[in-house]
Structures are given as C-alpha cells and as structure tokens.
C-alpha cells in the first residue's frame, strides 16, 4: 500500500565520474627576425653623341683669355658706329617694296579638303562659319530655289579638322531642323555655340557639346515675334555694361524688311525680342528712295554685319542694292532713319563686312558682279573692283591681312583681292567645281589665316589653302586701307572750300 510520507533528499554519488582538474596555460610562437637589405646598380655608363673634346674646349676658352681686353676695347671703339647705323636702318624705307619669295608662293594649290554628306546630297551649302578656335567649320544645308513654302528637312553639321581621324564624308556632328539653314554663325567666345536662321523665319541656338538630340537649347517659337520671311543673316552683338562686363545679344535679320535683337533667360527654351527695327525706304535719303516701287513698305534685308568692338552701329545690305547704316538704340519697336545710305548696286547686296583693320571702311558685294570698298562718312565708294559678269554672292575681308578679301561667285570661282597688288581685279582665281556650280557661301579662319572655306551648290565644302604671298601680313597692308581713308579726307576737304 502507499501512503503520504515526509521525505529526506538522499544523494548518491556517481559511480563513474569524476571531477576533472584543469589549469590555465599560454602559448607564443618564436621571435619572427627581419632583415633589410638595399640593392643598387654600381656602375654606370655615359654616351656623348655629336660633342667635342671637353679638354679641347677648356683648352681653346683659356686660350682666348688672353685676347679678352682687345676685344673688349673693339667693341667700345666700334659700339656708336654700330648703333648709329641699326638706327638709321630702323627709319629707312629701302626695303619697303621688299617681299620675300618663298618657293611654295607659285605652287599649286593641290591639298584640297572636301567635305561632304550624303544624307543632305539633295541639299545646298547654304552657310557656313569656323567656331572662334579655328578648329571646327560649322555648315548649315537648305535650298535657296524655293518655288513655295519649305518641305525640306534642313541640317547643321560640324567637322573638326584638326582631328587625325577626320572622315570627309561623315560630320562629327549632325543636327537636324524642321526647315532649310539659311545662314548660321559661332560665338565669339564659347567655342560649340552656334545661332541660325531658318526659312520658316525661326532663330535657331545650337550647343554641339550636348548629348545626340539635345542640341537645340534655344528658339524663337512667338507666332508675333518670328519674322515672316526667310532669316538671312544672323549675328552676335557684344554688348558691354558700365562695369565693364561683356555680354550677348543676338541680331538676325530678314526679307521682311525687319532686324530683331533676342536675347536668352536662363533655364529657358525661349527666345525674347528685344527690339525690332523696321528698313523703311521712305526714311532714307532720295537717292536710296526711289529705288523702291512701295517707298512706305519694308524693304526686304539681304545682308547685314554687326561690328566686335560692342559699338551700336549695324549695317544692312537691302534688295534694292541700298547699303544703308543704323544705330542701334534703347528703343523697342521703331521706324528709324537710318545713319547713311551709301550708293547702291544695280542689284540686292548679298554680303557686307567690317574692315577689321580700319573701323571706317567696309565691304560689299551684289548680283552686279562688283565688290566695293565704302567709308562710312561717304555716299559713293571710295574702289570698286570688278568680279566680272557673275553674281558675287559672298565676300569676306582676310582676317591675318589689313587689305585682303576673298569672294565667291555664282560662277563657280573663288575671288582673292590684294589691294596692294591691284585695285582693279583679282590677284588669284580659283576654279572650285569642275561643273562651275554656283558658290554659295564662303568663310574664312579666324585662327588660319590660310584656310578659306566655301560652299557649293551641290551640297559640297572645299577648304582652300591661299599662297603665303596672300596671307602673310606686310608692313604696306595698313598704309593702304589709311591711304583710301586719306583719300576721302581729301575730297571732303575740297568740297568744303
């Protein structure tokens, strides 16, 4: 039977374990010994290529000592004869007629550069422009021989020449617009920045530097402020504050008869119109007047040229052959008169240029196959140089020459003026196409001056290497172009008395 009991806890011990002694030990391994050693070449050899003995040099100098005093004393004897004469050299004008012949002058011109796109080969070369670091030539393709509105797919492309890798048939750089590219030109500064005309009336601003698709950064898309003819002609004008910074507006100009001035807002797409000018020819002076049948509507602009050095002044080649100069002031939107209305050409003006080297001369060119020197205080042209029977459709002073030109005809040719050489006709003539295709654009590098590029009709650039006799500045250039300023001086002289 069981029953609740009062227990006692009992232990039994184990019959098979047993407590284990343990102690705490360390371990360590031997003492890791190190050495350094230096290893060093200890000879050495040296090579003397194309040298003379150093004995005998020594040897010749310490000969030479001793005739150091007589030298000396022939030195002091001869010194005033010797700069006497180094001076009146300086001020003689015995060489003044002197031009080195060097043996490439006569050479042909035999390294031609062509470039070419296939996919605009139904397209023109319409314009064209080197960036302000020479390198890269900016084309512009589109069509002049418009019948209607434009359905052409236009293009700007680039090639940097001075890449080893240059593919003459393929641009480094193609952006594409819904329009033909009338005209286009750099900034002065910033080396992938481009503005150009399209001709649907649309300013275009061009980055190459950014990714494929994302070049177009800027444009005047403003139904009322878009120009409603053809761009002709785009500028960049320096514009400078009273602190001395330089800034940039962009000038375009059109067959409206209207110049605009844009400017850019940061962050933003869009195109804002400063100012509108308006060519009016019942603002210019009677002989400028009469040349249009509608004196009180606009007249068309076909050229224009904005000067580098920040000053206002403008001057536009109209369709009626008027070369006429503006002042571009702090107004909006005017009629203004303009400053001077020079003698026209028989036919409108497609290219007007600065001289670079004189702020009082410029260039133009028009269909009446002349090309004239003007003064900005004179109506007629102080020369005038015959291009022959065909259109001049571009113009350009050489930038390395204070009197040189270059100009492209409907003919085919490529035009260099030496005003040096002749004021009368080209100095050289170059044969562009075999066909005589119309040359429709010219540029020249600002920093080559012996590279001329110009564009055909075909859809072709040719980049031209001049002879050195042609580019290469001589002390007589300046005294030229002051000798037709003089000229002009003379004759208003005259007419006062």
């Known amino acids: 039977m069981f029953a609740d009991c009062d227990g006692v806890a009992v232990n039994v011990a184990s019959s098979w374990s047993q407590k284990k002694a343990t102690a705490v030990g360390s371990t360590q391994t031997s003492e890791i010994l190190t050495d350094h050693q230096d290893t060093q070449t200890h000879s050495k050899q040296s090579i003397q290529i194309q040298t003379d003995d150093i004995e005998a040099n020594i040897t010749a100098v310490n000969e030479g000592e001793d005739q150091a005093p007589a030298l000396v004393e022939f030195l ?109 030109q750099w900034h002065p500064e910033h080396p992938a920045l481009l503005v150009a005309g399209g001709y649907n009336g649309i300013v275009y601003v061009i980055d190459t530097s950014q990714p494929a698709g994302k070049e177009l950064v800027a444009e005047c898309s403003s139904d009322e402020n878009v120009h409603t003819e053809p761009v002709v002609q785009v500028a960049w004008r320096t514009v400078v504050d009273r602190h001395g910074k330089r800034s940039y507006l962009i ?26 000018v308006f060519v009016v020819p019942s603002d210019m002076p009677e002989h400028a007047r009469r040349r249009s049948a509608l004196p009180s509507s606009p007249v068309g602009v076909t050229s224009m040229a904005v000067p580098t050095d920040g000053s206002s002044s403008l001057l536009l080649g109209l369709e009626n052959g008027t070369v006429v100069a503006y002042t571009l002031d702090a107004a909006a939107h005017v009629r203004a008169a303009p400053e001077m209305a020079h003698a026209p050409h028989t036919g409108p003006v497609y290219s007007v240029a600065y001289a ?131 000229e002009l001086t003379f004759a208003i002289s005259n007419s006062r008395s």
Request: proline share 5%; net charge neutral; hydrophobic share 40%.
């Open 76 to 184: 002091q004897r001869a010194e005033k004869e010797v700069a006497a004469a180094l001076a009146s050299t300086k001020k003689s004008a015995a060489f003044d007629g002197y031009a080195v012949h060097w043996s490439d002058d006569e050479a042909e011109d035999t390294d031609r550069i062509v470039l070419t796109n296939p996919t605009y080969s139904h397209l023109q070369c319409t314009a064209l422009g080197w960036n302000s670091r020479g390198a890269v030539v900016g084309v512009g393709y589109g069509r002049h021989d418009h019948g209607d509105w434009c359905a052409h797919q236009g293009s700007i492309c680039t090639w940097n020449i001075t890449r080893m890798s240059l593919n003459r048939a393929k641009p480094d750089t193609a952006v594409e617009l819904p329009t033909c590219i009338l005209c286009l």
């Open 251 to 276: 000038v375009s100009a059109s067959g409206d008869g209207s110049v605009n001035m844009w400017t850019t807002r940061p962050g933003k797409r869009e195109l804002v119109l400063v100012r509108r």
């Open 356 to 486: 670079p080297h004189h702020r009082a001369l410029f260039l133009s060119a028009g269909s009446d196959g002349s090309l004239r020197v003007y003064h900005h205080l004179q109506v007629a042209p102080v020369l005038t140089l015959d291009c022959g029977s065909a259109f001049v459709l571009g113009a350009q002073w050489l930038p390395g020459r204070a009197c040189a030109a270059v100009a492209v005809t409907d003919a085919g040719h490529l035009l260099v003026f030496d005003l040096k050489e002749s004021r009368c006709a080209p100095v050289v003539k170059y044969d562009i196409t075999e066909k005589h295709h119309s040359l429709l654009s010219v540029a020249c590098n600002p920093k080559r001056p012996r590279t001329v590029a110009v564009g055909d009709a075909d859809g072709r650039v040719v980049l031209v290497t001049l002879p050195r006799t042609v580019y290469t500045p001589t002390l007589q250039d300046d005294a030229v172009l002051a000798g037709l300023a003089a």
